[in-house]
């Protein structure tokens, strides 16, 4: 999959930092261990993929001495596994990125059935959710630039299905700096939004005497993961990502099934630094 990404094709492509790589290689390593086990299963009609922001399907690293990488965002990764997935589910409000990734992956050669919306994946879950078969088995990769993803569109998402979500926390690139002059006060409604409005943070937030950074992040990401069970998903693991400079988020997995747990730690017991056959420098 790098070499397919390593040329520049003249589509859309984004710049991120290094640590982009990392998330990327815990979910391309998940993916491949799923599809492996559970492609074809009989208790299943169909194995599927949803991205709610999958933008283009290629980002690249400029590390030191400017030299430029290119790696596979979360959409092509899921399009090139070696066993397929039978419908992928692709949302982007940019309209370029998701015509980018739809020709990427049909460059490919994907078997997938492949639906995509163009729009606020916010709107449009009721529609995705519509096009999703009964007794499928689903993984859902939720990476939104900030708290862009609402709680409602996570539950209407679960509702009625088996559903293994991996969800992009955004707890110091967003929340611990944001909380107290932004949300805790309502002057946005982001974090209401994102937690769920019936989460009642602010009344456990009052009741916090230690506010420094890692109880911060501590604090919100047990308020979703409550918020998660409630739902359904009482099996969950947090990874947290690091930039050069600390912590920059977690990834959050959760599943209503034990076994899910399984796949992830697979996942997670090896990193980008000892696997160099995957996403190597």
């Given at each position: 999959m790098c070499d397919?990404?390593?040329e520049p094709d003249g589509l859309l492509e984004y710049d991120f930092g290094a640590w982009t790589v990392r998330k990327l290689f815990f979910l391309a390593h998940y993916l491949g261990i799923t599809t492996h086990a559970m492609s074809?299963?009989?208790?299943?009609?169909?194995?599927?993929?949803?991205?709610?922001?999958?933008?283009?399907?290629?980002?690249?690293?400029?590390?030191?001495?400017?030299r430029v990488r290119r790696y596979p965002g979360s959409a092509l990764l899921a399009a090139g596994t070696q066993k397929t997935f039978d419908k992928i589910y692709l949302v982007d409000q940019d309209f370029e990125a998701l015509?980018?990734?739809?020709?990427?992956?049909?460059?490919?050669?994907?078997?997938?059935?492949?639906?995509?919306?163009?729009?606020?994946?916010?709107?449009?879950?009721?529609?995705?959710v519509a096009k999703i078969p009964d007794r499928a088995l689903n993984i859902a990769f939720i990476d939104p630039y900030s708290l862009k993803v609402h709680f409602n569109t996570i539950s209407t998402l679960a509702k009625s299905?088996?559903?293994?979500?991996?969800?992009?926390?955004?707890?110091?690139?967003?929340?611990?700096?944001?909380?107290?002059?932004?949300?805790?006060?309502?002057?946005?409604d982001n974090l209401d939004l994102f937690l769920g409005e019936d989460s009642d943070w602010r009344a456990e937030w009052e009741q916090?005497?230690?506010?420094?950074?890692?109880?911060?992040?501590?604090?919100?990401?047990?308020?979703?993961?409550?918020?998660?069970?409630?739902?359904?998903?009482?099996?969950?693991r947090t990874k947290v990502i690091e930039s050069d400079r600390g912590p920059l988020y977690r990834l959050i997995y959760a599943s209503k099934n034990e076994h899910g747990l399984k796949f992830w730690d697979i996942a997670e017991s090896e990193d980008v630094d000892r696997q160099r056959g995957l996403f190597g420098y």
């Open positions: 397919f990404v390593q074809g299963h009989s208790k299943f009609s169909s194995l599927n993929y949803i991205d709610l922001f999958c933008g283009s399907g290629v980002f690249k690293v400029v590390s030191e001495g400017s015509e980018a990734v739809t020709n990427r992956i049909s460059r490919l050669g994907c078997t997938a059935e492949l639906h995509t919306w163009c729009g606020d994946s916010n709107l449009l879950i009721d529609d995705v299905r088996a559903m293994d979500l991996i969800i992009l926390f955004a707890d110091r690139m967003d929340i611990e700096r944001n909380v107290e002059e932004y949300y805790y006060p309502r002057k946005s916090l005497e230690n506010r420094d950074g890692g109880k911060i992040r501590q604090f919100f990401a047990d308020c979703y993961l409550r918020q998660l069970k409630a739902i359904g998903y009482y099996y969950s």
